[in-house]
């Protein structure tokens, strides 16, 4: 039966069977949803004393009402505090993260205790002005204490709710911001398509402002540095959280300098609404911090690969015989062995003398093959764990640990453990793999690397001795591919007899499948 026959037989019996049978009900799974926000190193969920816990430190640098002076709230009339015990525009406290592998700058704004029974505690939520629990209604009572009273959802219409930076010397001495990020007081214009479009989380340039005090404006938009935000209208998620990408780009812009850990950076924030008759708006004065204190410490800067050592040796082997260790390190698409520097590949220290890289059947993912002299091996007699460690061509470190079994002088012994042990024709493999491609030998210096025997009355396989440094011409040639012979079998007539063997038939068969 040929390929395309089989296809055809596979295609049928996808149909759909009908006739009262019923396929197998499968188990339920959970699949957990990955939302944009756990890709950042700081997961928003609008809570920020659990996004920016006070505890991680270095790593979060907070500030409040207790630590920065001249902190001004917004001041609600007298006909309005009984309705109003709080602004939604009010900031607390501001919160700052800087994740480096990410380049990212997580910043967080929060308010007062809202006046929600259920919550009497939690934070108002942003923007809601009346402080009813709901960021765009207005609690009657309030309408009609003060005509003209509005609120927007998601910080819409003139509202605006931002953060200041400060990053040179300059700026934090002359009080004037740099950038922006948050909501403008700017609503979009509306389109033929969408009259009333939402306003966009925002990056710029600050346009220092004429009130007293000093509050920018939003200048020219900076969409290469905007990241993410999170704003909801809920007493559950109450606080505004948004990032900046690339920061260290936006740093070297704005100062001419490059990001360092001492780097100091100052940050303030602004709230408010001309639509929340009679309510001042928020001002947060300028805090500095060092980029040092706001940076978050690596979780776990080595990958750990799945790997193998002497899987085919049941994991055996042997430091006292002229043994070659195999490790296979198992590719993964956020972890690619091509990126692998070869020259930087050890296991428990003992540089690695040749590798290929190469695929698996039914594995999607390059797999990778390094190849140890088990001699040099600082392992003791037993079953204890060797490291495999390395780095990618970018620097990035990674380490790896499985237990092998050490047997001194195990491939010397005869039966079961000999054959397990390749029987000697690992040598023969290594031989013809660098016949093929010299590329797979890796010279750690000048000097060749040849390893023979210990025994000296080594016989057949074991007497060969393997040079594993890489022979190069001095002839620049490019590089072919050998060409690998097809063997063509012709389709036989119905009427001419089958002189395919029955064996090879079955074999060809089961390939073909």
Do not use: C
Not at 189 to 207: G, R
Not at 400 to 411: E, T, W
Not at 413 to 441: C, D, P, Q, T, W
């Amino acid at each position: 039966m040929n390929l395309i026959s089989k296809l055809l037989q596979a295609a049928r019996t996808w149909r759909h069977q009908s006739g009262g049978r019923k396929t197998a009900k499968r188990a339920a799974i959970t699949v957990e949803q990955l939302d944009h926000r756990q890709l950042l190193s700081v997961n928003f969920t609008g809570n920020v004393a659990i996004d920016f816990p006070a505890t991680k430190q270095p790593g979060v640098v907070l500030f409040n009402s207790s630590t920065t002076p001249n902190i001004q709230h917004p001041i609600i009339p007298a006909t309005l505090q009984p309705l109003i015990p709080i602004s939604g525009f009010d900031l607390s406290d501001i919160a700052v993260s800087y994740d480096p592998p990410t380049d990212t700058l997580s910043i967080g704004l929060s308010g007062g205790p809202a006046n929600i029974p259920s919550d009497p505690t939690g934070p108002v939520i942003a923007g809601d002005a009346d402080d009813n629990g709901n960021a765009g209604t207005v609690n009657p009572a309030v309408e009609a204490a003060a005509p003209g009273f509005t609120e927007f959802y998601a910080l819409g219409g003139p509202e605006q709710m931002a953060a200041s930076l400060f990053l040179s010397s300059s700026s934090m001495a002359s009080k004037i911001p740099q950038v922006v990020a948050g909501f403008s007081p700017i609503a979009p214009s509306p389109t033929p398509t969408d009259p009333s479009p939402p306003k966009p989380y925002q990056v710029a340039l600050a346009i220092p402002g004429m009130n007293p005090q000093g509050i920018p404006f939003f200048g020219t938009s900076l969409p290469q540095f905007t990241g993410t935000v999170y704003l909801f209208n809920s007493a559950a998620h109450p606080n505004l959280e948004f990032s900046i990408t690339h920061f260290s780009q936006l740093y070297q812009l704005e100062t001419g300098q490059t990001l360092t850990p001492g780097a100091h950076i100052g940050i303030g924030g602004f709230a408010g609404s001309p639509d929340d008759i009679g309510i001042s708006d928020a001002f947060f004065p300028e805090s500095t911090f060092t980029l040092a204190q706001a940076t978050l410490p690596p979780g776990n800067p080595e990958p750990s690969p799945y790997i193998l050592i002497n899987p085919h040796e049941h994991r055996i082997i042997d430091t006292a015989h002229r043994d070659l260790v195999r490790v296979t390190i198992f590719g993964t698409s956020g972890f690619p062995v091509s990126q692998i520097n070869p020259q930087t590949v050890e296991l428990d220290g003992v540089p690695a003398i040749a590798h290929v890289n190469r695929k698996f059947r039914r594995d999607e993912f390059l797999n990778a093959t390094y190849v140890f002299p088990a001699q040099g091996l600082n392992q003791p007699a037993g079953l204890y764990p060797a490291t495999l460690t390395g780095q990618t061509d970018s620097g990035v470190p990674f380490a790896s640990s499985k237990a092998v079994l050490n047997i001194p002088d195990s491939a010397r012994l005869f039966g079961r453990l000999h054959r397990y042990m390749g029987g000697g024709s690992i040598y023969k493999a290594v031989v013809k793999a660098e016949a093929r491609n010299a590329s797979v030998a890796i010279s750690q210096s000048s000097a060749p690397v040849t390893a023979v025997s210990r025994n000296p009355a080594a016989r057949g396989a074991a007497s060969i001795a393997v040079n594993y440094s890489p022979v190069v011409s001095s002839a620049a040639r490019a590089d072919r591919t050998a060409v690998r012979p097809v063997v063509s079998i012709p389709r036989l007539a119905a009427h001419e007899h089958n002189n395919v063997p029955t064996r090879l038939r079955h074999s060809l068969n089961d390939y073909l499948s």
